[in-house]
């Protein structure tokens, strides 16, 4: 499957965007991930939701905030980002899997990611 993140750009604290993930090629409804790297830190989970349904997972830091979702006829999975902070500033990457038990948290369970969007949030 390949993936395309879009929907990234600056916004002002407390304001909202909304990400996308398109997913297109051989596919065969997995679960998909959204991660993000700020500067000079590691990539860190934001949220997952399994294609087939269930609860989603969502970081903490997230948890009220962001929402995630998918559009089963558009093959894309989306991420509301509602009352951003600053330090929510990242590149934001959508990531595929297919095999085994869901891991969410995992990167090592996703094989498919997309290119990264960029979300700027000032203060």
């Known amino acids: 499957v390949q993936l395309q993140a879009s929907g990234g750009g600056l916004v002002q604290a407390g304001g909202s965007l909304k990400l996308s993930c398109a997913a297109s090629?051989?596919?065969?409804?997995?679960?998909v991930g959204w991660f993000r790297q700020a500067p000079g830190k590691e990539r860190e989970f934001v949220a997952g939701i399994r294609w087939s349904g269930g609860a989603p997972y969502y970081t903490d830091s997230v948890k009220g905030r962001f929402t995630i979702s998918r559009d089963d006829a558009k093959n894309t999975v989306y991420l509301q980002m509602n009352s951003l902070k600053p330090e929510d500033t990242a590149v934001y990457y959508c990531a595929a899997g297919v095999s085994g038990t869901y891991s969410p948290r995992s990167e090592r369970w996703y094989d498919s990611w997309g290119q990264g969007t960029q979300l700027t949030v000032s203060s």
């Open positions: 090629g051989p596919f065969s409804r997995p679960a």
